[in-house]
């Protein structure tokens, strides 16, 4: 779909449709919600599909959840949990969908039987996402993974090579590549061009609670920290900014509570050079509060935008005046426009080879720190 009928798209569904945050001040799910019912055409195609919910932590629990409870072209059909007599049952409860939808991690693979079930969204720590990314693909389900795809650029391949072996769609987790604030900085900064730019400055961190046993802090389960975590937003806003792929990084790591980050990274600094000449300076951290992105153009054009990457609360401006688009329900059009992906063809933003791509960027980001800096050549990239 063209960015420029996509965003109108956007501002007449987000007039139609309440967003997440009238859901109330927790997020949380309503306490009577009511079963779907599932529209079928004159085919006996189904018009909306059912989603899997895989990890029913905070981000199942206060964001996408809620977000099902708004999407017109998909629906929660399902959860997988390693509770499911007490988290699983409650969570069917409120969603209104039937205890057989209930799995655990060791019966998941049963999901291959169950027609209610399309798409699963795969939401764990990051070191589960390639299993049961392969199990979903291999069970026949359309798989959207949270970001980071992977631990490594290996893993990520083999979860696309599983996907396009089951010939099931494959989707990443970059809610904002849905937001007006960023569909219309893409759209900005195609119309002024690469080579127009002076300087793009992208930032995305958030401060850390003091709960030292979160997995985000166990590098078995997160493999990096704020880098795998934040730092992809930092690294996309770049790459959406600047219009091209990175050639080169290099890269700084900084550690102010070095008890707390003992595993993984706390504060990573990256500077990225496109083919244009262009050049971004990257942040992010589990130790501060950061979220803005920046693109500097010769001759005194700008365009600044804050709060960039956070579920909501977005503002920007240009040197032409404020920027003012609809406030969206991200998550709500996230998996509204995968569904739409499965279900009719419509063009995937956001496929698992550009969530590998962000972790060879990953990974040449840790080989630069390793190496104390140096510019690490980003040739070999695959999307």
Known sequence: MKRRPFLKQISLLAAATPIACSLGATGSAPSEASSPVVLRDESGEKKKLGVALVGLGYYSLKELGPAL????????AGVVTGDPEVKGKQWA???GFPEKNIYNYENFD??????DIDIVY????????????????KAGKHVICEKPLAMNPAECQRMIDACKAANVKFGVGYRCRYDPYTIATIEKAEERGSDNIHFIRSHAGYQMGENLEQWRLQKALAGTGALG?????????????AGENPISVSAQEFKTDPIKFDETDETVTFQLTFPSGAVANCATSHNAFMNDLRIDYTGGAYIDIDQFSAYRGQSGKTNQGPMDYPKVNQQQLQMDAFARHVRDGEPNLVPGEMGMRDMQIIEAILLSIKEGGKTISLKDLVF
């Open 93 to 95: 409860k409120e969603y």
């Open 122 to 137: 795969v939401v764990l720590p990051n070191s589960m996402h390639e299993e049961f990314t392969v199990r979903s693909a």
């Open 229 to 241: 975590n934040m730092g992809v937003y930092a690294l996309q806003g770049a790459i959406y900014a």
């Open 110 to 115: 049963s999901i291959k039987d169950n027609p």
């Open 69 to 76: 409870n708004l999407t017109a072209d998909c629906y929660l």
